[in-house]
Each structure stands twice: as C-alpha cells, then as structure tokens.
C-alpha cells in the first residue's frame, strides 16, 4: 500500500490528544551542547497534531534517577496517563525497552522513529523493533529487512524540514559557500581541495579550528549564503541521505551535495539541489555556480518551493499516522506500508 500526495495534511486532523516525545533533550546526551536534534525536530510538529505534548527526556532522567527507578517511572507513567501515542527516537540502551514490548498493543499506539538504518539495523534497530506498534525508517533497504522480521511492522518515511525554523532571509548573501556540520577525514579532503582551488568556504562544526555552530546559526547561516554544500558520508563509507539537504533547501540557499541514490525521489537534481561525486567534481561544480549566481539563486528558490509542497514534518507525520491507523485516521493498514516513493 502506497499513500498518495494528495492525502498529505488531511489525513489527519489536527489537536487530537496526548502524545509523549521519549527522546534525548542534549545533543548526543551532552548538557553542553545545546538541544538535541529529536527535541528540535519532533516536538514542534507533534504539536501540531496533539493538543497536549509531553516530553520525556531519557538523558536527563538517567542522570537524575538511574536506570532502575527511570523506567519504573517512565512503565507507571505511561499506565496511568494512557497517552494517545508515545513516539520514541532511540538513541542507545537508555531505556528498558522490553518494558515498552509490555505496553505494545495497550490503548498507547508506541512508534519509535529509527536513525542510521543504514548501519544500525543489524546491531541495534532489528532488536528494538519487536517493542513497538510501528517502526519508521527512512532506509529503504532496512524497510525491506523489517518486513522479513516476525511481528514487526514498519513504515518507510523520510526525513524533512521544518519550514519554521528552517526558512529564507530578505538580505544578500554574506558567504559564497558554507558548510555547517562536524569535521570528518571525508569532508575534511572536500574543503581542502575547494580552498585550493581558490574557493572560500565558512566552516562550522566540531572539530573544526572556527568552532561548532550555534543552533541558530544552523538555520541562519544558510540561508545567508548562496551556496550550501552537503556530505552524504555517515559511518565509514556508507552513504544515506540524512536531513541537512531537505534542512538546507528549505533555507532557500542552493544546495551542492555529495550524490546519494535516493536523492533523485525527493529532489529534481540540477534544478531543485545539484550533486558532485568526487572532490574535483565538487570544485568544478562549486566554481560554475559562483560564475553564475543568478542560476544559483534560482535553484536554491526551486529547492526551497518543493520543500514547502512536499517535504515538511507535517506532511511526514501526517502519513505516519494514517499508515498506523490511528484513531480519528480513516484508513487502516496492517502497518506494512510504504508512505514514501
């Protein structure tokens, strides 16, 4: 089963009781770093969807009450509160989650929302899975590896931009080229080979000498620039498309990025985002679009209006949670459904 387009932001309705956010609240668990991408990303738009919203932030609950007496509590909350939906970002072994497998099937509909499928399936992802109602991934291999597990139902989604947060500015560009993200051996050879070529690129990130970026600068600051470049690398070689490009479009910058196979489903390449393959083809790339910015300007505006009709958490969530058959949704699934071409 295929959900269409034309059954985006109608197939829910809005302000439909308690849903709880189980995520970490800190970047990667860090209290130094600033909230975390999931707190970020998923209270915003269950909000809109649920008029009560509870976060429950498994980091810093751990660190207050141990692993014990946090999932105690967490197990007793959720019985007596009986939320709508408990949607669940996993990071690690934070939480017990065969506690969640006691709740799956109770008047609590439990989706966990998987990262890096692409090389945490097989450690991580597949052992978790039978816990939940519903799983969503956004690896269309894993979605298919879900399918051959007992009792497992998954849904294939992808990430998105919040258009909110993530938007256009009145004002001319302050950079030629950016890239925000953390410094890796990969992304490290790209940038080198465009300063050397003569290219000046702002860098933001960890392990970079100009520091990681603030969380408003990671909104900011592309939209800022005329061109935004993007790496498709995660764990070593691995390729996977993650949300910075549908983040970056939404800015209305244009966005350069390292080519991904399913890149071409969400964006048309060379006129909505435009990609490279190699660090000489960066460069090459990189160099045509600053000798023509105009051409530059109108890909980023092109990439930022397909955000805006299809690629929106709310348009995400909105399929999720007909494909889960939630209540007040008026189809029904087994749950084994593909929401994403």
């Known amino acids: 089963m295929q959900l269409s387009?034309?059954?985006?932001?109608?197939?829910?309705?809005r302000r439909q009781g308690h849903a709880v956010l189980l995520c970490l609240a800190d970047d990667y668990g860090n209290p130094e770093g600033g909230s975390s991408f999931e707190y970020e990303t998923f209270l915003p738009v269950l909000r809109q969807f649920f008029d009560k919203v509870t976060v429950w932030p498994f980091d810093r609950l751990l660190l207050k009450h141990g692993y014990f007496r946090m999932n105690a509590n967490l197990e007793a909350w959720v019985r007596h509160e009986a939320p709508d939906l408990l949607f669940c970002v996993p990071f690690e072994n934070q939480v017990d989650w065969s506690m969640l497998?006691?709740?799956r099937g109770s008047r609590t509909t439990t989706m966990a929302w998987m990262c890096d499928d692409q090389w945490r399936f097989e450690p991580f992802s597949r052992w978790l899975a039978?816990?939940?109602?519903?799983?969503?991934?956004?690896?269309?291999?894993?979605?298919?590896?879900?399918?051959?597990?007992e009792d497992v139902r998954p849904l294939l989604t992808q990430w998105a931009c919040d258009p909110h947060r993530f938007r256009p500015?009145?004002?001319?560009?302050?950079?030629?080229?950016v890239f925000i993200g953390s410094r890796a051996p990969h992304r490290t050879r790209y940038i080198k080979a465009l300063r050397r070529a003569g290219i000046r690129v702002h860098?933001?990130?960890?392990?970079?000498?100009?520091g990681r970026a603030t969380s408003e600068e990671l909104q900011i600051t592309p939209a800022q620039s005329l061109i935004s470049l993007n790496f498709a690398n995660s764990c070593g070689?691995?390729?996977q498309l993650k949300a910075r490009p549908f983040e970056l479009a939404g800015t209305g910058t244009c966005v350069v990025t390292e080519y991904e196979p399913q890149l071409s489903s969400f964006f048309e390449v060379g006129e909505e985002v435009v990609v490279f393959r190699s660090p000489s083809d960066c460069v090459r790339t990189v160099k045509a679009l600053l000798r023509e910015p105009e051409r530059a300007r109108l890909i980023g505006k092109s990439g930022r209006h397909r955000v805006e009709r299809e690629h929106t958490y709310a348009d995400r969530l909105s399929l999720l949670l007909v494909a889960a058959s939630f209540p007040g949704t008026p189809n029904r699934s087994d749950g084994a459904v593909c929401v994403m071409s």
């Open 101 to 103: 497998a006691d709740i």
């Open 203 to 210: 860098v933001r990130g960890r392990g970079w000498p100009e």
């Open 5 to 13: 387009d034309s059954d985006h932001g109608k197939a829910v309705g």
């Open 130 to 149: 039978p816990c939940f109602d519903f799983i969503a991934t956004t690896d269309r291999t894993a979605y298919q590896r879900y399918l051959a597990l």
């Open 237 to 239: 070689r691995v390729k």
């Open 169 to 177: 500015v009145d004002a001319a560009p302050l950079h030629d080229v």
